[in-house]
């Protein structure tokens, strides 16, 4: 039921980008897909709408049009589009320091964190110390009274660490702290984003979303997981006692965003990971970010910044969790030597597995990839390249 030669896919693209839905074909039949989902918008106009394959292979049946999925550290691109809008409505200043807007987080050390340090992975707040768990993180009171006890592993700005799961912890409880209604930063992205620009995406999926739109996740394997990674963070990952197993295995790990029963876990943010929707609604988010925002009312000024290029931290752009180099900046990740997307003044978030969106201002364009099987490593999915070779040549 599962066998990707037989894979039907669905939807239509504009003449100019037939390739792409070649090279999306071709990766049921090249790249082991299974199911998945690839859309993009192009100065507004929705040029790629692509979906197939399986959804759920146990059952055989097909990925539809409405089909969502989880999309792991994509969700931190989407969670960073709240702080963009926080900061173009006079909310938020990345320059300042997070304790401006909420005095307890400057305790143990952390009174000179700035923003601008937080979103790029900068302050040393990658693992935590004490334990995290599902009722914690339900409880943001509780969850917001950790996260001030951290103590920061070194001096904010020195280092880049990937904040796996920790990052989207701390923008949820500063964006409540500035929004004048508090609210979480999933409640927020429902009513100032998603329900704004009729986006299927949830970060902190409802209870009410049906099984049967959700597609579960498929490995690809224990071996190909393990050695896709650089050997180095192989090795972090394997000791208990590293920062990188403490920031992603466990404490709560990544694990948290599912369910046995429910496929997903529902009504439970993880702004860093756990969110959940269709590769349309990344696309056309990122399109409206890389078009000026005039529908979410960005400001000039927010999209400025975010075009920006990353800023070294005083040590490199060298990830001590990841092990290699990397370049973030509020909240989304830049285009760089080891992960190029769109132009210099791209920003965006991939997830672990294969999925990828991106705003590429210089044309206006938006784009989104996702998928319920999980490739190996953290180096760019074949699959998502050969779509967006494919996307390069019709752009040509």
Request: proline residues 7%; charged residues 20%.
């Given at each position: 039921m599962s066998n990707p030669s037989a894979a039907t896919v669905n939807?239509?693209?504009?003449?100019?980008?037939a390739g792409v839905r070649t090279a999306f074909e071709e990766n049921f039949t090249k790249h082991n897909e299974l199911g998945g989902a690839c859309c993009v918008y192009l100065r507004g106009e929705k040029v790629v709408d692509l979906w197939g394959g399986v959804r759920d292979p146990a059952t055989g049946a097909p990925w539809e049009e409405d089909t969502m999925v989880l999309v792991f550290s994509l969700t931190k691109g989407m969670s960073a589009m709240t702080l963009a809008l926080a900061h173009s409505r006079g909310w938020l200043d990345y320059e300042a320091r997070v304790a401006d807007n909420w005095p307890e987080f400057a305790q143990n050390g952390k009174e000179a964190i700035t923003v601008r340090h937080l979103l790029a992975h900068q302050a040393g707040l990658?693992?935590?110390?004490?334990?995290?768990?599902?009722?914690?993180?339900?409880?943001?009171?509780?969850?917001?009274a950790i996260l001030a006890r951290e103590a920061p592993a070194w001096p904010p700005g020195t280092r880049n660490a990937y904040h796996f799961l920790s990052l989207g912890f701390y923008e949820g409880e500063l964006l409540r702290r500035i929004d004048p209604a508090h609210r979480t930063l999933g409640q927020f992205f429902q009513d100032e984003i998603a329900t704004p620009l009729d986006l299927d995406f949830y970060i902190g999926l409802p209870d009410v979303i049906p099984n049967e739109r959700l597609a579960p996740l498929t490995q690809a394997g224990l071996i190909k997981s393990v050695f896709g990674y650089p050997f180095p963070?192989?090795?972090?990952?394997?000791?208990?006692?590293?920062?990188?197993?403490?920031?992603?295995?466990?404490?709560?790990?990544?694990?948290?965003?599912?369910d046995k029963d429910r496929i997903y876990a529902r009504d439970l943010e993880v702004p860093s990971g756990g969110g959940v929707g269709t590769a349309r609604a990344?696309?056309?988010a990122?399109?409206?970010?890389?078009?000026?925002?005039s529908e979410l009312g960005l400001q000039p000024?927010?999209?400025?910044?975010?075009?920006?290029?990353?800023?070294?931290?005083s040590r490199g752009f060298f990830d001590e969790v990841l092990r290699d180099d990397?370049?973030?900046a509020l909240g989304f990740m830049k285009p760089f030597d080891g992960f190029a997307f769109g132009h210099a003044d791209a920003f965006g978030a991939p997830g672990a597995g294969g999925s990828l969106g991106y705003a590429d201002p210089?044309?206006?364009?938006?784009?989104?990839?996702?998928?319920?099987?999980?490739?190996p490593g953290v180096e760019p999915d074949p699959r998502d390249v050969a779509l967006r070779e494919a996307l390069s040549a019709g752009l040509a």
């Amino acid at each position: 039921m599962s066998n990707p030669s037989a894979a039907t896919v669905n939807g239509h693209v504009s003449p100019r980008f037939a390739g792409v839905r070649t090279a999306f074909e071709e990766n049921f039949t090249k790249h082991n897909e299974l199911g998945g989902a690839c859309c993009v918008y192009l100065r507004g106009e929705k040029v790629v709408d692509l979906w197939g394959g399986v959804r759920d292979p146990a059952t055989g049946a097909p990925w539809e049009e409405d089909t969502m999925v989880l999309v792991f550290s994509l969700t931190k691109g989407m969670s960073a589009m709240t702080l963009a809008l926080a900061h173009s409505r006079g909310w938020l200043d990345y320059e300042a320091r997070v304790a401006d807007n909420w005095p307890e987080f400057a305790q143990n050390g952390k009174e000179a964190i700035t923003v601008r340090h937080l979103l790029a992975h900068q302050a040393g707040l990658h693992a935590f110390h004490e334990n995290i768990d599902r009722a914690i993180i339900a409880d943001p009171d509780r969850l917001a009274a950790i996260l001030a006890r951290e103590a920061p592993a070194w001096p904010p700005g020195t280092r880049n660490a990937y904040h796996f799961l920790s990052l989207g912890f701390y923008e949820g409880e500063l964006l409540r702290r500035i929004d004048p209604a508090h609210r979480t930063l999933g409640q927020f992205f429902q009513d100032e984003i998603a329900t704004p620009l009729d986006l299927d995406f949830y970060i902190g999926l409802p209870d009410v979303i049906p099984n049967e739109r959700l597609a579960p996740l498929t490995q690809a394997g224990l071996i190909k997981s393990v050695f896709g990674y650089p050997f180095p963070m192989i090795r972090a990952l394997m000791n208990p006692w590293s920062d990188a197993f403490r920031a992603c295995i466990v404490n709560p790990g990544a694990g948290v965003v599912t369910d046995k029963d429910r496929i997903y876990a529902r009504d439970l943010e993880v702004p860093s990971g756990g969110g959940v929707g269709t590769a349309r609604a990344i696309a056309k988010a990122y399109g409206v970010f890389a078009t000026g925002g005039s529908e979410l009312g960005l400001q000039p000024e927010t999209l400025a910044a975010l075009r920006a290029p990353a800023m070294p931290p005083s040590r490199g752009f060298f990830d001590e969790v990841l092990r290699d180099d990397a370049q973030y900046a509020l909240g989304f990740m830049k285009p760089f030597d080891g992960f190029a997307f769109g132009h210099a003044d791209a920003f965006g978030a991939p997830g672990a597995g294969g999925s990828l969106g991106y705003a590429d201002p210089s044309i206006g364009l938006g784009y989104g990839y996702v998928t319920n099987r999980i490739g190996p490593g953290v180096e760019p999915d074949p699959r998502d390249v050969a779509l967006r070779e494919a996307l390069s040549a019709g752009l040509a």
